[in-house]
């Protein structure tokens, strides 16, 4: 079954949208519960096409014919799936509490190709 990988990406933007910031801490902590339960939910229900867990995502360092910089994106995590489709892959993300909970963006859900050979 084809792979794909999901990245979790969440801008300064998001953040400011989503009023995150402006939660008492008792409304933050509760929404983060919350969050953490319907991810846990999600995953659990998704278990049989997880190839790999994934994980939070820390700061960003770039390589390339300049040398070695820090940089900032919106990357914020991943995850990699088995689905039938690239479409179906996409589906399973609708709705996803990175984005209907936590200040999240989106997820942008992308194959993993075979690597080409010669």
């Not at 933007?13 to 983060?32: P, T």
């Not at 096409?49 to 939070?56: L, M, T």
């Not at 209907?100 to 194959?111: T, W």
């Amino acid at each position: 079954m084809p792979k794909f990988m999901a990245l979790y990406v969440g801008s300064p933007e998001a953040f400011a949208r989503s009023g995150w910031d402006k939660l008492d801490d008792a409304a933050r902590n509760e929404r983060e519960i919350a969050g953490m339960k319907a991810w846990g939910d999600w995953q659990e229900k998704q278990k049989p096409i997880i190839v790999d867990e994934g994980s939070p995502l820390g700061k960003t360092k770039r390589t390339d014919a300049n040398g070695v910089s820090d940089i900032t994106n919106t990357i914020a995590g991943y995850i990699i799936i088995e689905a039938e489709t690239h479409e179906a892959a996409a589906r399973l993300f609708e709705n996803h509490p990175h984005f209907s909970i936590f200040p999240g963006d989106a997820v942008e859900i992308m194959p993993c190709n075979p690597m080409p050979t010669l």
